[in-house]
């Protein structure tokens, strides 16, 4: 079956009506009738929102959110970490990350303590990767390359960017509760 296409004016055709600025593809939407969650939303990639929750060492773009789409349940963005940078320690509260890579060699950082003794471990990736973050977990994000910014694309399960920056990383004990970690 083939996708749906409006139609597009010719240059002696009168234009359609204003686009609103959630949809500026669409024709005639002038107003937003609709309510946002009735609608599927276009985010250009020079229209990404700095205005976000950060982390010294980072810089967050929100993409999808709950005031760029009126998304309720999921935020997403991308991350950028500059040349030979480590982010501070931080936390995403109760929302599960997942994190993909599209530049660079950024490595994870968290402790594990499975051996009996908390480890620093350190998680190595390059384009493709993906990473999972739980909630909870303390971790930063470096990016080693002297030369090169590492970017990542990042979903959460909240509805907008969940950032708790710690003094330091530390094992996460059994089921986290806000008392525990700082939220």
């Known amino acids: 079956m083939a996708p749906h ?7 002696d055709e009168p234009s359609a009506a204003p686009h609103d600025a959630f949809h500026p593809d669409l024709p005639g939407h002038a107003g937003a009738a ?3 969650s009735a609608r599927l939303h276009h985010i250009r990639a020079d229209a990404l929102d700095g205005d976000t929750a950060q ?12 005031a760029s789409v009126g998304s309720e349940r999921i935020w997403m963005g991308q991350t950028h970490v500059a040349p030979d940078t480590a982010s501070s320690n931080h936390h995403h509260g109760a929302s599960e990350t997942a994190i993909h890579v599209i530049k660079g060699h950024p490595e994870f950082v968290f402790l594990d ?8 471990i350190r998680i190595r990736t390059e384009p493709g990767d993906y990473i999972f973050v739980p909630p909870y ?4 994000e470096e990016n080693p ?7 990542v694309v990042i979903a959460r399960s909240t509805q907008e960017a ?22």
């Open 113 to 120: 303590d499975s051996g009996g003794t908390p480890e620093e």
């Open 5 to 11: 296409t409006a139609p597009t004016p010719s240059d």
């Open 55 to 66: 982390t010294g060492g980072m810089r967050r773009f929100a993409a999808i959110s709950g």
């Open 137 to 140: 977990v303390p971790h930063r």
């Open 145 to 151: 390359s002297p030369d090169d910014e590492a970017v």
């Open 162 to 183: 969940i950032v708790v920056n710690l003094p330091e990383l530390y094992v996460l004990d059994g089921e986290a509760s806000p008392e525990q970690s700082g939220d």
């Open 34 to 36: 609709q309510p946002l």
